[in-house]
DNA sequence: AGACTGAATGCTTGTACAAGCATATAGTGG
DNA sequence: CCACTATATGCTTGTACAAGCATTCAGTCT
């Protein structure tokens, strides 16, 4: 494997899956399952989304292979596939706070 | 900070930085950037983008913060300059990776 | 069987945004 | 000032997709 030069079909895959979590909703829904398996109905509660919204978006994360599904008689429990999603969101979190901590010293060095 | 309850602008914050890297075009840009700073003209040649949707793309890119511009003479060197985006990248493609072996052990396996 | 609960799925509408094309800005040299 | 090169920006069009609402499907209980 090259690795200068990636293929447009890895790229595509690469950038499916970050598009897989750049909603605000799924974020909550995976944020949701950090210490483990939830149902759907108690996933609306926990993000305050509509069934069916929360259903689909399900639905898309599981898709992406994100969450895995279980179903236990009526209810569908949901749980974190992917261990790197715990990695990738810290990662973007810390990356985040470094930069509008940087972002918010410079602004305070204006006034000096 | 609670780890359990993150705000709606921090989960904003966090898909909209997912939500840069979910585009094909922008993931080329940013790994042909991965060997040292280019302009855009060699940016254009090494993606084989137009000169208007690369330029587009890269202002993206540097607004959020995921890379940096150096201005000189007539020619816009982008460089990356969030550190993370190596991890992140490695992050997902490893994902994928195991993902997509175990799916094509799954295949093998429905022949026996 | 019917009534009920949990989850998924049509279908529509609005919005964000990538790509294409033309044009404008900025910087360099004659 | 004019011509030229490198980069950025309007503007338009097509497409993807989130959200809302109603409906359907699946499983349980009597």
Known sequence: MKSNAMSAEALGLVARRFAVLSDPL???????????????????????????NVSRHLQTLAASGVLGRRKEGLMVYYYLQDPTIFQLCDLVCGSLGKQLAAQAEAFAGTSR
């Open 26 to 52: 799924r974020l909550r829904l995976v944020h949701s399952l950090f210490e483990g398996e939830r149902n759907v109905t108690q996933l609306v509660e926990l993000t305050k989304g509509t069934q069916a």
